[in-house]
């Protein structure tokens, strides 16, 4: 597959070009692995999507479903800043029409009643932990971490389990580095 840099973030517009490789300036680069490996998701279908929610996605992350649909970044490691720990993605849910748990869809109906209103999964780590970015609110557009382990069964959800990771998707994409570092 041949390789394209690119610049994402800020108002930078939307390329139609399937691009593997996130440039960040100096040697940061963060290439995206199982591209469109689902096939290319249309606007139309981000639309619907968006709709279900009653939100828009952020620009950066719309930009970067357009461009990859999903797929798994490498380097793939990212801190967990207030408790001292890392996790690394393990992929970012694609959308697409095959039955299949691997599926931003399945995912949205999944966690539901398990994540905080304002949040939706967009990732997994190796560990079944949720990444998730803020669709509605003061912090629309942050990733979160949603830790599977400390949920609290039967009650409603909280933030008790989740911890703010960065301020924007692009933000999480600068942050990811790799695990000998």
């Not at 591209?35 to 999507?49: A, N």
Request: aromatic share 12%; net charge negative; proline share 6%.
């Amino acid at each position: 597959m041949r390789q394209v840099r690119a610049e994402i973030g800020g108002d930078a517009p939307c390329r139609k070009h399937y691009k593997v490789l996130f440039h960040f300036g100096g040697s940061l680069e963060v290439k995206i692995e199982r591209s469109q490996e689902y096939g290319p998701v249309s606007e139309g279908e981000i639309g619907i999507v968006e709709a279900f929610l009653g939100s828009n996605f952020p620009k950066d992350y719309r930009c970067f479903m357009l461009e990859h649909n999903g797929g798994t970044p490498f380097p793939d490691m990212f801190k967990i800043p207030s408790e001292g720990d890392s996790s690394l993605v393990d992929s970012f849910y694609p959308i697409h029409s095959k039955r299949s748990t691997h599926n931003l869809i399945w995912c949205l109906k999944e966690y539901s009643d398990r994540i905080p209103n304002e949040l939706i999964a967009i990732g997994q780590d190796p560990g079944g932990n949720q990444i998730c970015i803020a669709i509605s609110g003061k912090n629309y557009g942050s990733i979160y971490f949603w830790d599977h382990e400390l949920e609290c069964d039967g009650e409603p959800p909280s933030y008790v389990n989740v911890y703010f990771i960065s301020s924007s998707f692009t933000e999480f994409l600068r942050c990811l580095s790799k695990c000998d570092e």
